[in-house]
């Protein structure tokens, strides 16, 4: 070993998604949450900016690569196809490798322990590691797959639908979250009792999943700060570590969290001042009944669109998945309540179409322009003139108390800036602080709709980073800063 290696600190880093210092600042004199009430007393945690939409699909990959969306080429869980077809995209670790990579090729062995959005094993050495959400967790590592057993630790609980069916309460999602959370905290202490680590990274998404269900609950609190004290734990221990080898511990949030108090319907918004349209069938059955009343067959649809079809649509390749949207796309849609009717992509009429959103359901909208990069263009010609006027339009949206709905309007051609990784959104709209933007469903009546319990949070632009020990003027301002600090601190920039 070199000299300049045998000096080399140990680096400790821990992710938390959908963390924002407002949540941590709350919490922090609760029972159990010592370590965060040590980092915020030393002003040891800052603000840092996510990407456009601020969502776990991009932002941990520009974490870990220092890239923009634009270049490794994942803006959202979904990209749009020029077929109208949304395909679900993951993060290619093997193409645009990680951080870690560059590590190792160091001389740095690395323990990574369930990265969010790194879903594939590495094909170098020097590496321990558990694979990361949204797949079920797969490990490269003889001692962690005997850790994983013991723990029976197969990778981030998915209890989501069982919440959303009602048949699991939020009481239940937090314990389970909070248990794996200490389990995966178990195996990367043991492996680090048991391994010298120049680096060391385990990363929880527990937060953000059970975040989305609680948030507008007056006891909110309750529910998280079971998850929180768990990774509060694991975070005191590796505090400790730092006291006796001079180590230090970097923490990063992909985005940040809030209460939704009310959705506001987009697409909706767009059909009402003719930018999209429905097909004929479709805007016929929607009319068809009492305000309060939606067609029966839209519900159908709906349960089918939440089925164990859905799922595996998902999981299809892209040409397969073409030819089954053609085929679902007969039975899909559904009424989310008795006031609101769910539509999709295949029930606009892109023939008349000038301007629709999709993919992200997000605080942060993605919108296109149906031009030639689509199957059946509308838009021509005066684009420019187009999105002009668009802007104007959405300019003028107020919520529902009056204030201006949308407090950012973000050029996506200037964001994406000619990516060819896949067809970017012409504008990217920010809702005010309470509100979320939802997509997909249509009423004849409001523009809003109280967030279903699913949404009752959802996300900001604002997560986290800190240091431990305090690291004055680090720079770290933004989730695509956070590879070349580590870099540095760890003397593997040169």
């Known amino acids: 070993m070199k000299k300049a290696e045998s000096k080399r600190k140990p680096l400790y880093m821990v992710g938390m998604d959908s963390v924002p210092l407002w949540i941590l600042d709350e919490l922090k004199d609760e029972k159990g949450m010592q370590a965060f009430r040590k980092l915020l007393s030393g002003s040891c945690i800052n603000n840092m900016e996510s990407t456009l939409p601020p969502m776990t699909g991009p932002a941990w990959p520009s974490i870990y690569t220092g890239l923009e969306p634009k270049d490794h080429g994942v803006p959202d869980f979904f990209v749009m196809k020029k077929s109208y077809t949304p395909d679900i995209v993951y993060y290619d670790s093997s193409a645009v490798p990680p951080f870690w990579k560059e590590l190792v090729h160091k001389g740095i062995k690395c323990l990574v322990i369930t990265p969010a959005t790194d ?136 985005h940040g969290a809030q209460p939704i108090r009310k959705k506001f319907l987009l697409n909706n918004w767009l059909m009402q001042n003719d ?43 892209y040409h397969m998945k073409r030819a089954a949207y053609k085929v679902f796309s007969t039975v899909f849609t559904g009424a989310a309540s008795a006031e609101y009717t769910r539509m999709h992509l295949f029930d606009f009429d892109m023939k008349k179409t000038k301007v629709f959103a999709a993919i ?95 949404k009752s949070g959802d996300h900001i632009r604002e997560g986290i980073f800190g240091t431990y020990p305090k690291v004055d003027g680090h720079g770290v301002s933004s989730v695509t800063e956070v590879k070349s600090f580590i870099m540095k601190i760890l003397g593997a920039d040169r």
């Open 360 to 454: 992200s359901n997000d605080p942060v909208a993605s919108i296109w322009i149906n031009d030639s990069r689509f199957a059946t263009p509308v838009v021509k010609s005066g684009k420019e003139k187009l999105i002009a006027e668009l802007r104007e339009d959405l300019s003028k949206v107020k919520t529902s108390d009056g204030k201006k709905m949308f407090v950012n309007i973000f050029d996506g051609k200037k964001y994406y800036n000619g990516t060819k990784k896949f067809i970017a959104p012409d504008l990217l709209i920010e809702a005010q602080k309470g509100h979320t933007i939802d997509i997909f469903n249509f009423s004849k009546e409001s523009m809003f709709m109280d967030p279903e319990d699913a």
């Open 119 to 254: 879903i594939t094993l590495p094909d170098y050495g020097n590496v321990d590691m558990i694979t990361g959400f949204p797949l079920k967790a797969r490990t490269n590592s003889k001692e962690l797959e005997e850790l994983m057993t013991k723990h029976s630790f197969d990778g981030e609980p998915n209890i989501e639908k069982e919440i959303k069916a009602g048949k699991m309460d939020v009481k239940e999602a937090s314990k389970i979250f909070a248990k794996s959370v200490s389990a995966r905290s178990d195996i990367a202490i043991s492996m680090m009792n048991k391994n010298k680590y120049g680096f060391s990274y385990v990363c929880f998404t527990e937060t953000d999943r059970l975040q989305h269900f609680v948030m507008n609950r007056k006891d909110w609190k309750e529910y998280l700060l079971p998850v929180y004290s768990e990774i509060s734990e694991y975070i005191a221990h590796v505090m400790r570590l730092i006291d006796k080898d001079g180590g230090r511990l970097v923490i990063v949030s992909d």
């Open 275 to 317: 930018y999209l349209f429905l097909k004929e069938k479709v805007k016929k059955d929607f009319m068809k009944g009492g305000e309060k009343k939606m067609p029966a067959g839209y519900a159908m649809r709906e349960r089918i669109m939440k089925s164990g079809l859905r799922s595996t649509y998902d999981r299809m390749p």
